[in-house]
């Protein structure tokens, strides 16, 4: 059974820097895509940066030039290095992972104080 474990969540002040790591069980191929989605408290859940396994990123524009996802292949594991976070970065962040099927981590708290 395929399951996704994210660490890394938690409170910081706006400007500080979190990195959020997603390792994935229970397979032994490459994910064809990995990725983080968040979602705030009445909001819709939001893509926020994909990598596929050739490293090809995708980003939401609103964290362009502040976060970076990254990939380690051999270990099945997607990062995201989130710097000058800002109090609208808060959310519950989810790790994404795609081959054939689809699927999603627990969850990551994640909160920016102002």
């Known amino acids: 059974q395929v399951q996704l474990v994210e660490s890394g969540g938690g409170l910081v002040q706006a400007g500080g820097s979190l990195r959020l790591s997603c390792a994935a069980s229970?397979?032994?191929?490459?994910?064809?895509?990995m990725g983080w989605y968040r979602q705030a408290p009445g909001k819709q859940r939001e893509l926020v940066a994909t990598?596929?396994?050739?490293?090809?990123?995708n980003y939401a524009d609103s964290v362009k030039g502040r976060f970076t996802i990254s990939r380690d292949n051999a270990k099945n594991t997607v990062y995201l290095q989130m710097n000058s976070l800002k109090p609208e970065d808060t959310a519950v962040y989810y790790c994404?992972?795609?081959?054939?099927?689809?699927?999603w981590g627990q969850g990551t708290q994640v909160t920016v104080s102002s």
């Open positions: 229970g397979i032994i191929y490459r994910f064809n895509v």
């Open positions: 994404n992972a795609q081959r054939q099927l689809e699927y």
């Open positions: 990598i596929t396994s050739g490293g090809s990123t």
